[in-house]
Antibody, heavy 118, light 108 residues
Framework: QVQLVQSGAEVKKPGASVKVSCKVS????????MHWVRQAPGKGLEWMGG????????IYAQKFQGRVTMTEDTSTDTAYMELSSLRSEDTAVYYC???????????WGQGTLVTVSS | EIVLTQSPATLSLSPGERATLSCRAS??????LAWYQQKPGQAPRLLIY???NRATGIPARFSGSGSGTDFTLTISSLEPEDFAVYYC??????????FGPGTKVDIK
């Protein structure tokens, strides 16, 4: 079965960038469609983007266009999400999740807390 | 963007009771709706997909129903481990999945 293990918590200053990793085991990354979802403290879930197997491209939510980059290293089965120009509102837990059956997310990584503070 | 509304915001019940959670979409999502469970400090877990199909390993006490704009998640008899927050998610206008704000099921 698929297991996703994410990198550790990060503290960043406003304006900086953060890169979160998600290591896959049980499958190879090329067999999966990886997505990223974030959750601000005490808030709900927000899809940021992910790989669309129908188009063979990574797609991003409009809100994050120009600020987020999602990449994959198939040699290490690790996915990455980089968010730039950080602001305090980006403080959140960032999850990687495998897309299944055309649009559901299962399983999820354990989450990575990113804190943006001066 | 399709907006999902969940009700109630909080549901206070006792173990053994039946829980009924609602999710309403701002426009039809056909049967493209899922439910997730999230416990404190944990990642969400997929419970139900395509409105009524249980994900692998999900107990039979969880069931989903509905289509179009109105959906229901039912927990037939609450177990202690079921007290959590439940989110609905639509994938009708892919790309652009959206989640509801969540319903917290807590112990009465």
């Amino acid at each position: 079965q698929v297991q996703l293990v994410q990198s550790g918590a990060e503290v960043k200053k406003p304006g900086a960038s953060v890169k979160v990793s998600c290591k896959v085991s049980g499958y190879t990354l090329t067999e999966l469609s990886m997505h990223w979802v974030r959750q601000a403290p005490g808030k709900g879930l927000e899809w940021m983007g992910g790989f669309d197997p129908e188009d063979g491209e990574t797609i991003y939510a409009q809100k994050f266009q120009g600020r987020v980059t999602m990449t994959e290293d198939t040699s290490t089965d690790t996915a990455y999400m980089e968010l730039s120009s950080l602001r305090s509102e980006d403080t959140a837990v960032y999850y990687c999740a495998t897309g299944v059956a055309g649009g559901w997310f299962d399983p999820w990584g354990q989450g990575t807390l990113v804190t943006v503070s001066s | 963007e399709i907006v999902l509304t969940q009700s109630p915001a909080t549901l206070s019940l006792s173990p053994g009771e039946r829980a009924t959670l609602s999710c309403r979409a701002s426009q039809s999502v056909s049967s493209y709706l899922a439910w997730y469970q999230q416990k404190p400090g944990q990642a969400p877990r997929l419970l139900i997909y395509d409105a009524s199909n249980r994900a692998t390993g999900i107990p039979a006490r969880f069931s989903g129903s509905g289509s179009g704009t109105d959906f229901t998640l039912t927990i037939s008899s609450l177990e202690p481990e079921d007290f959590a927050v439940y989110y609905c998610q639509q994938r009708s206008n892919w790309p652009g999945p959206t989640f509801g704000p969540g319903t917290k099921v807590d112990i009465k």
